[in-house]
Each structure stands twice: as structure tokens, then as C-alpha cells.
């Protein structure tokens, strides 16, 4: 879905002065995501939340890219890594990743999360990940349909139940 005159993304791994703009993302996400479950999320402080960008780039078993368009960061992605099961599980010991994708509402249907998509994948298999995971909310049918259209498949349901 490409504009026929938007500049291609620049995929590159995130540097330590990203961190104000990775924050700015991260609320603007956190709004889309209060309106999907005003229960379950909520928007952050805008300091908290630099922070925590800055904790996640400092973090060395975290690979952070970053999507830029002129001189603008507009999409992220996180790869997290997963702890290996216990001893005794009846779950594969893989190497993998948990994927979080954030592209700005002004440039989605761009095809900036599927770049972002494409590079963390390139990524985790030259790092040796064998498996991606990632967790859509259930209403969020536009992220859902990007990763259906990239071949993630359904591989469990998570229930909840409020109890207060």
C-alpha cells in the first residue's frame, strides 16, 4: 500500500539518542491501545516513558530497529528474547524472540511495518532465534492482518477474566 511519492524507510538498529522519539511512539501506540481496552492499558507519563526507552536501548539482549523516513523516526521494533524453559518442560528448548512492532498512525498502510517486520525477522535468524512470537489484541484487526499476511499463525488464545 505504498504511496506512489513516500520515500522508502531507512531500517537501522536503534541508537541511544533515538530514545525521545522511541517514547513518543510508545504513547502514541498506548492511545491507540486505550481505545481497544481501557481496562487492560493505559497512557503512560511522558517522562516514564522515556525512561523506559532508555532502559529498553540500554538493555544488551534486546535488538531495537528503528523505521526512518527523512529525518524521522516513524516505526520500531523490538525483539525480546524469551527465556529457554525449565528443566523438565514438556516445551522445546528454542532460541526465541518476542516481536513488538510500533509504526506512527500518520505512515501506517505505508508498508513501514512490514519493512520493520521483514528486518526483525533478517535479524533474528542471523542471530540463530528459531521462533518469533508476538500478541495482538484481539480488535487491533489491522496488526493482525499484517502478521497473518506474513505468515504468523495463531498458536494459542489467551483467556482473561477480570475478577475485581
Wanted: aromatic letters at 4%.
Amino acid at each position: 500500500m505504498n504511496e506512489p511519492d513516500a520515500p522508502e524507510p531507512v531500517i537501522r538498529d536503534a541508537i541511544d539518542g533515538d530514545a525521545r522519539a522511541l517514547a513518543e511512539l510508545a504513547r502514541e501506540s498506548a492511545e491507540a491501545h486505550v481505545a481497544l481496552s481501557p481496562r487492560f492499558y493505559r497512557l503512560p507519563d511522558a517522562a516514564d516513558a522515556l525512561a523506559r526507552a532508555e532502559r529498553q536501548l540500554a538493555d544488551q539482549g534486546r535488538t531495537t530497529l528503528v523505521a526512518v523516513v527523512g529525518a524521522q523516526i516513524v516505526g520500531a521494533v523490538d525483539l525480546t528474547p524469551l527465556p529457554l524453559p525449565s528443566l523438565g518442560s514438556m516445551v522445546r528448548a528454542r532460541r526465541a524472540v518476542d516481536v513488538g512492532i510500533i509504526v506512527s498512525a500518520a505512515h501506517r498502510g505505508r508498508g513501514i511495518g512490514r519493512a520493520l517486520l521483514d528486518a526483525a525477522e533478517d535479524r533474528a535468524a542471523r542471530d540463530g532465534v528459531e521462533l518469533l512470537t508476538l500478541t495482538a489484541w484481539g480488535g487491533n484487526e489491522r496488526a493482525i492482518g499484517l502478521y497473518r499476511s506474513a505468515g504468523y499463525e495463531d498458536a494459542g488464545m489467551i483467556l482473561h477474566r477480570w475478577i475485581v
